[in-house]
């Protein structure tokens, strides 16, 4: 079974400071790992995805994010957080060797919030 | 069109009512997806459609809860007899496929019910 942790309920940061969001993954092979976020009463929008390949991946919005296998793990950063960044990310994970490769399951979500 | 739209955005019904939740996904992808997001928690899977048969419902909490997707474009969510424990924000996604294709997701429908 596939699953996902974000262990941090909450993440505050100040303006101009680094922000990481973290997520580890469970899965019996190698994963399909994306980043969302949701702004309130909004859909989920898509931040950056890790297929294979450079282990840093980078996306929308100045989004990066470093796969690391050994750790399970996939975090989400940005180096510079601005106060439009304030909003619930979610780690979502695939497992393309399984028979349900379609399926794709989120952590619980880390609320950001960046002060001005 | 250029996203996925959900309809109604918001719907408050009483126990007991029947309710119907409608997505129409990006013109051309063939997998679409029904996900529940309680408060404060993730997107949970119901269903999954490739085309227009239900490729996976094992999501689905019961049997009040039915999906279909008859042309394999505008899929509805059906949910008999509504319970309290039905309100959260229903999620529908589209994507080219499966496998490595991200998930375009609509707004979503708030359900609540009293």
């Known amino acids: 079974a596939q699953s996902v942790a974000q262990p941090e309920d909450q993440v505050n940061v100040a303006e101009g400071n680094p922000l990481t969001v973290k997520c580890t993954y469970s899965?019996?092979?190698?994963?399909?790992l994306f980043w969302y976020v949701q702004y309130p009463n909004r859909g989920l929008q898509f931040l950056l995805k890790?297929?294979?390949?450079?282990?840093l991946v980078k996306g929308s919005y100045g989004f990066e994010a470093e796969f690391n296998k050994s750790q399970t793990s996939f975090h989400l950063k940005k180096p510079s957080a601005l106060v439009s960044d304030s909003a619930l990310y979610f780690c979502?994970?695939?497992?393309?060797?399984?028979?349900?490769?379609?399926?794709?399951?989120f952590g619980a979500g880390t609320t950001v919030t960046v002060r001005a | 069109g250029a996203g996925v739209s959900q309809t109604p955005s918001n719907k408050v019904t009483e126990k007991g009512k029947y309710v119907e939740l409608r997505c129409d996904p990006i013109?051309?992808?063939?997998?679409l997806y029904w996900y529940r997001q309680s408060l404060g928690q993730g997107p949970e899977f119901l269903i999954y459609?490739?085309?227009?048969?239900?490729?996976?419902d094992s999501g689905l909490p019961n049997d009040r809860f039915f999906a279909v997707r008859p042309e394999g474009s505008v899929s509805t969510l059906k949910i008999q007899r509504t319970e309290r424990g039905d309100s959260a924000m229903y999620l529908c996604?589209?994507?080219?496929?499966?496998?490595?294709?991200?998930?375009?997701f609509g707004a979503g429908s708030r359900l609540t019910v009293l």
């Open positions: 890790y297929i294979t390949g450079d282990n």
């Open positions: 979502a994970v695939r497992d393309p060797s399984s028979s349900n490769d379609y399926k794709l399951s």
């Open positions: 899965v019996s092979g190698n994963p399909y």
């Open positions: 996604a589209s994507s080219y496929r499966s496998g490595a294709n991200v998930l375009t």
């Open positions: 013109s051309g992808h063939t997998a």
């Open positions: 459609f490739q085309g227009t048969g239900a490729a996976d």
